[in-house]
């Protein structure tokens, strides 16, 4: 018999291959971080010799992967909420940022932040936020896949008061992590309306050199596309294509808002879209058009956007409320079913991300990130179809394992990397301070 470092046997596996197979009483064998084989239970019994981890009664299935995140802004969870985009930005977050953000906000944020995802379910995640190097030190310390946005805004911050500083500081990150083995730097200019043109070229520039993927917010509002297209007689997008950048290493955020000319640019670029219902629905931003996109053969991921926006980021909660306005946007019960929200949070954000080749699916030869989802519990009982009972009656808490490059960062709903009780207390320290103003 094969010596290998575990056999993971399941009462249900989702692959999340192309075709979303669902194998049942099957078995993952991984080694060195690693899937080295998924074969039925008896087989593998015979096969591999591994200590047994046993999910009798759940699924297990890739981690999630959430495409866009502001993670440090945990902790502006709540603060100012039942508002629209601009509002909320101008007259509530960009004041509280300027005010109490710091590498140590961002740093204790973002582990609330890897506590709330793990708990979650989520494996990786693709952020854009301040002070990127404390959000790299605790994704480190929680044993997270991280994509890490060089953030750059054409505005006074306390992380970089000039254009120039937001460079510098982006490439000082990128030196130190271009060769890290799970922190990934990408280049993210905030979004057509807080940078010049001048500055997007400079930041399409420094992707095309390092080759990296380029984050950005676009489209998200009505009102964002209508001040754009005033300014400069042409929409946010036009802009992007005409500098270049809508490419496949393109990750636009947000595009709720889509005409015509918009669709032949996305089909000639093939960039990937990321959808932030929740968020979107909250900011009354719009609604990112899935099913078409997605029938022009487009990637479409999915994300949750900050909590101070959502307000959580709870994966499953996406793909169901992702599924149910896919639904009534389009008065088409299939237009964005269950299987296709579920390829959203996981291969397809993968692939939006470059990593589909190493995560985003059960796959003989990938990382083994996975999670253990607990089904036989009142609230998914009766169980038909395990892809449908995830995505449409499962919760966050249903979670009980979570796995990633082979190591385990929670057991039966306890962190292992992290340390629950000190991340509360720090925020409880920050919420008192930012309540007293």
């Given amino acids: 018999m094969e010596k290998t470092d575990y056999l993971i046997a399941a009462k249900w596996m989702i692959t999340c291959e192309d075709n979303n197979r669902v194998l049942e009483n099957h078995v993952l064998a991984i080694k060195n971080g690693n899937i080295l084989a998924i074969l039925p239970r008896k087989e593998a019994e015979k096969t591999y010799q591994a200590p047994l981890i046993e999910y009798a009664s759940h699924a297990i299935m890739p981690g999630l992967i959430n495409?866009?995140?502001?993670?440090?802004?945990?902790?502006f969870r709540g603060l100012a909420d039942d508002l629209e985009l601009m509002d909320w930005l101008n007259n509530h977050i960009w004041p509280a940022?300027?005010?109490?953000?710091?590498?140590?906000?961002v740093y204790d944020a973002s582990l609330l932040a890897m506590a709330e995802m793990i708990r979650g379910g989520t494996t990786c995640f693709n952020d854009m936020y301040f002070f990127f190097d404390a959000t790299a030190q605790a994704a480190i310390l929680?044993?997270?896949?991280?994509?890490?946005?060089?953030?750059?805004?054409?505005?006074?911050?306390?992380?970089?008061?000039?254009i120039d500083e937001n460079f510098e500081k982006a490439l000082a990150f990128y030196d130190q992590y271009q060769n890290h083995p799970?922190?990934?730097p990408t280049m993210a200019p905030h979004s057509t309306y807080t940078?010049?043109?001048?500055?997007?070229?400079?930041?399409n520039d420094i992707a095309n050199k390092y080759h990296l993927r380029i984050n950005i917010h676009l489209q998200e509002s009505q009102g964002e596309v209508q001040q754009?297209?005033?300014k400069h007689r042409k929409r946010p997008l036009q802009l992007l294509d005409e500098l270049g950048m809508v490419t496949p290493h393109l990750i636009a955020i947000h595009m709720t808002q889509i005409n015509d000319d918009d669709y032949a640019i996305l089909q000639k670029?093939?960039?990937?879209?990321?959808h932030c219902p929740e968020s979107n629905m909250k900011l009354v931003s719009g609604i990112c058009p899935v099913e078409k996109l997605t029938q022009l053969g487009m990637n479409v991921a999915l994300g949750t956007d900050g909590a101070a926006s959502n307000n959580d980021l709870d994966m499953i909660g996406e793909m169901r409320s992702a599924a149910f306005l896919g639904k009534i946007s389009t008065y088409n019960p299939k237009a964005v079913s269950a299987d296709t929200v579920l390829k959203m949070a996981t291969l397809n954000g993968a692939q939006a991300l470059g990593i589909d080749q190493i995560t985003g699916s059960l796959t003989v030869g990938k990382a083994a990130d996975f999670i253990a989802i607990h089904l036989d519990q009142i609230e998914t009982t009766p169980l038909y179809h395990p892809v449908s009972q995830i995505v449409y009656a499962a919760s966050p808490h249903q979670v009980t394992d979570v796995w990633?490059?082979?190591?385990q960062l929670m057991k039966n709903r306890q962190l292992l990397t992290l340390n629950e009780k000190e991340i509360m207390n720090k925020t409880s320290y920050w919420q008192q301070k930012i309540a007293r103003k």
């Fill in 195 to 203: 940078l010049s043109r001048e500055d997007l070229i400079q930041a």
């Fill in 269 to 274: 670029g093939n960039p990937t879209i990321v």
């Fill in 182 to 184: 799970y922190i990934t």
């Fill in 228 to 230: 754009f297209f005033s």
């Fill in 142 to 162: 929680a044993g997270l896949r991280a994509h890490i946005g060089m953030h750059i805004i054409g505005v006074p911050t306390a992380f970089a008061k000039t």
């Fill in 67 to 75: 495409s866009h995140t502001h993670l440090a802004m945990n902790l």
């Fill in 97 to 105: 940022e300027g005010k109490w953000v710091s590498h140590e906000f």
């Fill in 404 to 407: 990633v490059r082979g190591k």
